[in-house]
């Protein structure tokens, strides 16, 4: 796995983590930046073919 693999999935996993500690604290302004957050990584991801979980 090279590099930009490895950290776009480690900051797919960080926003996921934080999206879900947002969403339990019921801060829906962060839930709204962090989904729009985990969007952009996913399409970032699809565009140059890395699989995510």
């Given at each position: 796995?090279?590099?930009?693999?490895?950290g776009?999935?480690?900051?797919?996993?960080?926003?996921?983590?934080?999206?879900s500690?947002?969403?339990?604290?019921?801060?829906?302004?962060?839930?709204?930046?962090?989904?729009?957050?985990?969007?952009?990584?996913?399409?970032?991801?699809?565009?140059?073919?890395?699989?995510?979980?």
């Amino acid at each position: 796995m090279d590099a930009f693999t490895a950290g776009l999935l480690h900051r797919i996993k960080t926003t996921e983590s934080d999206l879900s500690q947002a969403r339990a604290d019921g801060d829906d302004f962060l839930v709204e930046v962090e989904e729009a957050e985990l969007d952009d990584l996913r399409r970032l991801a699809a565009e140059h073919g890395v699989q995510v979980a």
